[in-house]
């Protein structure tokens, strides 16, 4: 019973159906068939139980021994089960056909051979229905498997922003409060806006693009502070977010990545960030110049960030991203190609090869 409210609640009005009509063909063409002659018609009519009792033989054979016996037991247990289960509704049919049917309409010959045709018959179908139904059932359960797995993979990833964003946070602190003392306040109070989209943000499905081009605006101007006129920093935007939704935190690693390691040594430091909004078409590209000792970073963490939203890339938009990463002596560049929706479900459905798979050359 707890089956069947299961499958009339998720919609699955299918197996229902061909219940119905199996068990009504099954039972009722007997009697069309006999027509006008009133005592096959009255034997078919009797032998209605007996048809009746074909439905928990099926049942049996599609909802236990297969799914059960044959799974965890192996083929020969199911075979032998098998055997039982036709040999059993044989003799329960051979009971109808000599004790219920009345005398005058029972067969003088052939009692059990047609005691038992119908049950093969009957074995025959739900075997093949099941089988079918088992495989299926595999199927899906597997599917389901791979869906939760990178889900949990998904939850994981955005678990990450956390603690790697904020260890840049407070390196900015840090140099703020050693070097330009007087803009330690104001720009704190800025920096925890940043966290506090990033901390109520993070662990949304989806938000609209235009407070991601705010945080990556607000990011690049404490950036600004922090560094006057010793890095080169340039932004551009074009076109309008109108509303599309985005994975949160989805661009800011690669700018977070172009100020780690386009400054400090690096001569004549510069920094090119350019987003571009066509359409549900997001182009988007950071390109910052290289110094000797990006060539060999020893910080265990470096990478993280670039192989974290590349991977988040392939889970959450793996028809729907191009992602191109290049690197020479003086430049490192990243080009992402996205295509956005104003609907975005909680996790859409994986697909086993994404369109590009990209690899973060020098970075970890």
């Known amino acids: 019973m707890n089956r069947i409210s299961a499958k009339l609640s998720s919609g699955n009005w299918l197996p229902i159906i061909f219940h119905i009509v199996l068990w009504t063909v099954w039972i009722g063409l007997p009697i069309i068939n006999a027509g006008e002659n009133e005592r096959w018609r009255n034997y078919a009519i009797y032998l209605i ?30 075979l032998l089960s098998l055997v039982i289960l036709i040999l059993g509704f044989s003799f329960v049919q051979y009971g109808f056909r ?39 059932k595999q199927e899906m359960d597997k599917q389901e498997e791979q869906q939760e797995r990178l889900r949990s993979e998904l939850s994981f990833l955005r678990s990450q922003i956390s603690p790697h964003f904020m260890f ?34 993070s662990s949304e499905e989806a938000v609209s693009l235009e407070k991601e081009l705010n945080y990556l605006r607000n990011y690049i101007d404490l950036q600004r502070i922090r560094f006057e006129e010793d890095v ?59 110094g000797p000792e990006s060539q060999e970073d020893k910080d265990p963490s470096s990478g993280i960030g670039l192989r974290n939203v590349s991977r988040r890339l392939e889970l959450l938009y793996p028809q729907t991203h191009q992602l191109d990463i290049q690197q020479n002596e003086e430049w490192y560049s990243i080009n992402l190609h996205l295509q956005l929706s104003t609907a975005h479900s909680e996790l859409p459905v994986m697909q086993k090869q994404p369109v590009y798979e990209a690899t973060v050359p020098g970075r970890g």
């Open 98 to 136: 000599t004790w219920w049917m009345p005398e005058e309409l029972r067969l003088s010959r052939n009692v059990i051979f047609w005691s038992i045709v119908p049950v093969l018959f009957a074995t025959a179908i739900s075997t093949g229905y099941g089988f079918i139904t088992y495989v299926n």
């Open 232 to 290: 080169d920093i340039k932004l551009s935007i074009e076109g309008q977010a109108g509303n599309q939704l985005i994975d949160p935190m989805l661009l800011i690693p690669f700018v977070e990545n172009a100020f780690k390691h386009g400054v400090g040594l690096v001569r004549d430091p510069e920094i090119n960030i350019r987003l571009k909004v066509k359409g549900n078409d997001l182009y988007f590209s950071v390109k910052n110049r290289m």
């Open 49 to 78: 139980p007996g048809g009746l009792a074909h439905i928990p033989l099926f049942l049996i054979n599609t909802e236990l021994l297969i799914p059960k016996i044959l799974r965890n037991k192996g083929v020969p247990t199911y």
């Open 168 to 201: 840049n946070i407070l390196n900015s602190i840090v140099y703020l409060i050693r070097s330009k003392s007087d803009l330690a306040e104001p720009v704190t109070i800025q920096l925890s806006e940043l966290m506090r989209y990033m901390l109520y943000t």
